[in-house]
């Protein structure tokens, strides 16, 4: 996926609901990879939305696939 391939989907206008669903569908999909050392998923949920807070990522969702992930914006 790159730049012209989605659309940013704030991450403030979801519901909290919405939000965590998709954050841990994220952390639990196959080859998700964090390095050598396993986190438990309330640690890898914590370091995604502070990664959303502090923008450095970004949800990001592709219209042509009708899927979604969380991009890196450094």
């Known amino acids: ?8 989907i704030p ?10 669903g998709m954050l841990e569908e994220l952390v639990s999909r196959d080859g998700t990879d964090y390095g050598e050392q396993e986190l438990s998923t309330e640690t890898k949920i ?9 923008k450095r990522a970004a949800i990001a969702f592709c219209p042509d696939s009708e ?4 991009i890196s914006k450094t």
Not at 13 to 20: F, G, Y
Not at 46 to 54: D, E, F
Request: a negative charge.
């Open 11 to 20: 991450w403030q206008k979801l519901s909290p609901e919405a939000l965590q």
């Open 46 to 54: 914590s370091q995604l939305r502070n990664a959303l807070a502090q």
């Open 67 to 70: 899927s979604w992930t969380v």
């Open 1 to 8: 996926m790159n730049d012209t391939d989605y659309v940013e």
